[in-house]
C-alpha cells in the first residue's frame, strides 16, 4: 500500500473550515484515497473516500490532485465536535488498511 | 448503514488468564475482518487479518499463539488473548469489510483491555 504523510497537527477556528492536507505520491492507479477520524477512546468513523474525481457528502469533500499524489479533506464549518484524529488512507488490492500517525485537529471556540 | 458491534467494551482479567474479545457485523456478511491495537497516543497497528472460513495472518511481530483469532461466520469474528500480561493492557479494535475496494470498512467501538 501507498504511503501517506500528514501534518502532525493542526488547529482551526470553530466555524471556519478545515483542511487537512495528505501527500500519497507513491499511490497506484487502482488505489482509493480513504479518509477517518477518530475521537478520543473510540473506533475510527468513515468519513469519505475517493479515487480520482473530487467527492462530496454531508460530512466533508475530498479534493484530489490531478495527479492524485496528494488530497485534502475539507471539513467545510468545522464545530467543537470535529476536534480529532484524522487519517489519510490509501487502500488498494491487498485489501488491508493500515494507519499512519494521521493528523490530530483541535477546533477552538 | 453497516454497523460493527464490539463486544466488551471494556474488561479488567488477572494476569495469566484469557479474554475473548467479539467483533459482529450486524447488517452485513463481513468476508474479511481486521484486528488493530492501539496503545495510548499511538495509531491503530494492524495485527492480523482474517478471512472467513481460514486461518488469519498474522502481522510481523504479532504471537499467533497468543492472539487467537476464529472467523468462523461471515457476521462473527472473536480474538481471544490468551496468558495476558500487563503488557497486552491496550485498546483493541475491530473492522469488517465486504472486500469491495469501492467500500469502506467499518470499524467497532473498541475494547479496553485492562490486565492487572
Known amino acids: 500500500d501507498a504511503k501517506t504523510t500528514q501534518p502532525t497537527s493542526m488547529d482551526c477556528a470553530e466555524g471556519r473550515a478545515a483542511n487537512l492536507p495528505c501527500n500519497h505520491s507513491?499511490?497506484?492507479?487502482?488505489?482509493?484515497v480513504y479518509w477517518y477520524r477518530q475521537i478520543h477512546s473510540q473506533g475510527p468513523q468513515y468519513i469519505i473516500h475517493g479515487l480520482k474525481n473530487n467527492e462530496t457528502n454531508e460530512m466533508a469533500s475530498l479534493i484530489i490532485t490531478e495527479d492524485r499524489k496528494s488530497s485534502t479533506l475539507i471539513l467545510p464549518h468545522a464545530t467543537l465536535r470535529d476536534t480529532a484524529v484524522y487519517y489519510c488512507i490509501v487502500r488498494g488490492g491487498n485489501n488491508d488498511m493500515r494507519f499512519g500517525a494521521g493528523t490530530r485537529l483541535t477546533v477552538k471556540p | 448503514g453497516a454497523v460493527v458491534s464490539q463486544h466488551p467494551s471494556r474488561v479488567i482479567c488477572k494476569s495469566g488468564t484469557s479474554v475473548k474479545i467479539e467483533c459482529r457485523s450486524l447488517d452485513f456478511q463481513a468476508t474479511t475482518m481486521f484486528w488493530y491495537r492501539q496503545f495510548p497516543k499511538q495509531s491503530l497497528m494492524l495485527m492480523a487479518t482474517?478471512?472467513?472460513?481460514?486461518?488469519?495472518?498474522?502481522e510481523q511481530g504479532v504471537e499467533k499463539d497468543k492472539f487467537l483469532i476464529n472467523h468462523a461466520s461471515l457476521t462473527l469474528s472473536t480474538l481471544t488473548v490468551t496468558s495476558a500480561h500487563p503488557e497486552d493492557s491496550s485498546f483493541y479494535i475491530c473492522?469488517?469489510?465486504?472486500?469491495?475496494?469501492?467500500?469502506?470498512?467499518?470499524f467497532g467501538s473498541g475494547t479496553r483491555l485492562t490486565v492487572v
Open positions: 507513491t499511490i497506484s492507479g487502482n488505489e482509493y
Open positions: 473492522s469488517a469489510s465486504n472486500n469491495q475496494l469501492n467500500y469502506g470498512y467499518t
Open positions: 482474517s478471512n472467513e472460513g481460514s486461518k488469519a495472518t498474522y
